[in-house]
């Protein structure tokens, strides 16, 4: 079995500042792409960004410039810097990864985390 263990979410007013961790554990041979996703009331959810093992980034173009996603591969955790936060921003975050676990690691499966409310005040 596979846990993702989210911090750091919060509320914070316009221009502050948070910093997102997404612990990865259980029976994990590798990962290979870890990411952020959000979620706000009535709305899909949504790729905020991503970063491969090899640290290739992808941000959306609402967040580029302000989030900054980074990873500890010896930690198997994520993180997401979300600097000059917006109240658009606020929204329940998801992390997600897409792994091989070592009871099968000829495929890859993705696993969610619970979510972590972020909320920005105007």
């Known amino acids: 079995q596979v846990q993702l263990v989210e911090s750091g979410g919060g509320l914070v007013q316009a221009g502050g500042s948070l910093r997102l961790s997404c612990a990865a554990s259980?029976?994990?041979?590798?990962?290979?792409?870890m990411g952020w996703f959000r979620q706000a009331p009535g709305k899909q959810r949504d790729l905020v960004a991503r970063?491969?093992?090899?640290?290739?980034?992808y941000y959306a173009d609402s967040v580029k410039g302000r989030f900054t996603i980074s990873r500890n591969n010896a930690k198997n955790t994520v993180y997401l810097q979300m600097n000059s936060l917006k109240p658009e921003d606020t929204a329940v975050y998801y992390c997600?990864?897409?792994?091989?676990?070592?009871?099968?690691?000829?495929?890859?499966?993705?696993?969610w985390g619970q979510g972590t409310q972020v909320t920005v005040s105007s």
């Open positions: 997600n990864i897409v792994f091989r676990d070592f009871r099968d690691w000829t495929r890859e499966s993705d696993y």
């Open positions: 970063i491969t093992s090899g640290g290739t980034t």
């Open positions: 259980g029976s994990i041979f590798s990962i290979n792409t």
